[in-house]
Nanobody, 120 residues
Framework: QVQLVESGGGLVQSGGSLRLSCAAS???????MGWYRQAPGKQRELVAT???????NYADSVKGRFTISRDNAKNTLYLQWNSLNPEHTAVYYC???????????????WGQGTQVTGAS
């Protein structure tokens, strides 16, 4: 069974740094992985994606401020940024387009989300 588990969220003072992690478990490899976020009262939106080869794509609002990375050997995805502020407050979700060796197919999976709160 494929699972994505996020960690690293919390309350961070403005100007602080944060790194989120997303660990994928199962007999798998992840083709594309990404981070999305949903702020209070807003729709879920893309933050960034990264392919298995390391090609990245960022939302315009986070370019130059957020960094997405992955460790393929550990099946783990990361999102890091500095200068956190209250505008970054949201639930951050991990998403993966993942190939499972168990059923031989590719499906999309979501983590349960991790809350990030930027304190003013």
């Amino acid at each position: 069974q494929v699972q994505l588990v996020e960690s690293g969220g919390g309350l961070v003072q403005s100007g602080g740094s944060l790194r989120l992690s997303c660990a994928a478990s199962g007999s798998i490899f992840s083709i594309i992985m990404g981070w999305y976020r949903q702020a209070p009262g807003k729709q879920r939106e893309l933050v960034a994606t990264i392919t298995i080869g390391g090609r990245t794509n960022y939302a315009d609002s986070v370019k130059g401020r957020f960094t997405i990375s992955r460790d393929n050997a550990k099946n783990t995805l990361y999102l890091q940024w500095n200068s956190l502020n209250p505008e970054h407050t949201a639930v951050y979700y991990c998403n993966g387009q993942i190939f499972s060796y168990v059923d031989g197919g590719v499906q999309g999976y979501w983590g349960q989300g991790t809350q990030v709160t930027g304190a003013s």
